[in-house]
Nanobody, 115 residues
Framework: VQLQASGGGLVQPGGSLRLSCQTS????????MGWYRRAPGKEREHVAGIFTGGTTKYADSVKGRFTISRDSARNTVFLQMDSLKPEDTAVYFC??????????WGQGTLVTVSS
């Protein structure tokens, strides 16, 4: 497994969760890292991404609520999710892209936002 994702779970609306995605040094240091999600009955969508230099990008639906970050010491990417809404319920996938043929997906982790 090239990408190991963790941190999903059940949380009430307005709550927070932090997802983690650990990988190898080679992949971490050379890849655009990101998170996608697939909600029930919907297509997979991009949530957030972070370049090796630290530049970040977010889907409009999560701007101001989610924060993506990189920890070089642990070769890990985090997705801090605050002010969670029921519509954030989805399976979240970690992704690493380093160019053609250098494209990896982690196993999904389920996030459920419900009271």
């Amino acid at each position: 497994v090239q990408l190991q994702a963790s941190g999903g779970g059940l949380v009430q609306p307005g709550g927070s969760l932090r997802l983690s995605c650990q990988t190898s040094r080679r992949i971490f240091s050379s890849s655009l890292m990101g998170w996608y999600r697939r909600a029930p009955g919907k297509e997979r969508e991009h949530v957030a991404g972070i370049f090796t230099g630290g530049t970040t990008k977010y889907a409009d639906s999560v701007k101001g609520r989610f924060t993506i970050s990189r920890d070089s010491a642990r070769n890990t990417v985090f997705l801090q999710m605050d002010s969670l809404k029921p519509e954030d319920t989805a399976v979240y996938f970690c992704h690493a892209y380093g160019g053609l043929g250098d494209d990896y997906w982690g196993q999904g982790t389920l996030v459920t936002v419900s009271s």
